[in-house]
């Protein structure tokens, strides 16, 4: 009877042991996992954050080719108001 409460007991503490080292298992990898994860996710967004710059880019050359149409034109009107100016200043003798 004393033998067979023995090896019940080593049973038991067998069963233990082999839980606790599953259980050490399954948390080393899950913060692999987790670790793979953040790898993934880290990939997955580097190539986002890189494109509001390039966009900003774009956007920085429309505005300023925008900005020297803008500029051409305003110097045109400018030359056609002088020349309109010269015109009307011939005709009435100053």
Request: proline share 2%; aromatic share 2%; net charge positive.
């Amino acid at each position: 009877m004393n033998k067979m409460m023995v090896s019940i007991a080593a049973a038991v503490c067998l069963m233990c042991a082999s839980t606790a080292s599953f259980a050490n298992e399954m948390g080393k990898m899950a913060s692999e996992m987790k670790g793979e994860m953040k790898d993934d996710m880290k990939a997955a967004t580097d190539p986002m954050k890189a494109k509001p710059d390039a966009m900003k880019g774009e956007m920085k050359a429309k505005t300023d080719s925008m900005k020297a149409t803008k500029d051409a034109m305003k110097d045109d009107m400018k030359g056609a108001k002088d020349a309109m100016k010269g015109d009307m200043k011939g005709a009435m003798g100053y």
